[in-house]
């Protein structure tokens, strides 16, 4: 992980802890959680002049937060998305790849809502790692990048309980891979614990 990256998200953690500190005479009850999703993905690959290509395929995160304030918060979270296949015919030459993004990412959290429904929103840098494996004629290539950028999403909560929630959530990752954006989408639904 680069030092830029890890300044940024070092960053976004003390705005919303200095945020949480000037709310400190708010309590919230359960203020920590940790959670565990699944869902889709899907990449904006070029499919240009391929035969195939999938840019969809299954997603999953684990995350952790915490709530400084009953409507403002953190949370980091380690997602991954499985290998898409694309294929191609080159000059005549069959070719195969497959594309897979994982990623760290810590985002602030601003959330609302009453009765058993919530909303919430959020905006962070994630730190990720995207890549792309390609055999043309047997002969097996491919790159991986690393690039750290901003990252958004929001979703829909119910409370199933005192201290259990449901999420259904969007998020929007941009990575980098041979020089070019490739923006990440995530749709996934989970479940989470408060302590």
């Not at 055999?135 to 999403?153: K, N, T």
Request: with cysteine; glycine share 16%; proline share 3%.
């Amino acid at each position: 992980m680069s030092r830029s990256v890890l300044a940024r998200m070092g960053l976004v953690l003390a705005l919303f802890s200095a945020a949480g500190l000037a709310q400190a005479q708010t309590t919230v009850a359960q203020p920590g959680y940790i959670g565990i999703s699944g869902g889709q993905s899907r990449a904006d690959l070029d499919c240009s002049n391929t035969t195939t290509c999938d840019r969809s395929d299954s997603a999953w995160k684990i995350f952790g937060g915490y709530m400084f304030h009953p409507n403002f918060g953190v949370q980091a979270e380690y997602l991954g998305q499985t290998k898409s296949p694309i294929a191609a015919t080159v000059g005549g030459v069959p070719s195969s790849g497959e594309f897979r993004h994982e990623g760290l990412g810590l985002y602030g959290l601003a959330t609302g809502g009453s009765g058993i429904w919530s909303v919430f929103g959020k905006a962070g840098v994630v730190s990720s790692r995207t890549q792309g494996a390609a055999r043309v004629a047997d002969l097996p290539g491919g790159a991986s990048e690393d690039s750290g950028r901003l990252a958004w999403g929001g979703g829909v909560g119910i409370k199933l309980g005192r201290n259990f929630e449901g999420r259904i959530e969007f998020e929007r990752v941009r990575s980098r891979l041979l020089g070019q954006n490739v923006d990440v989408d995530f749709v996934t639904a989970g479940l989470l614990a408060r302590f």
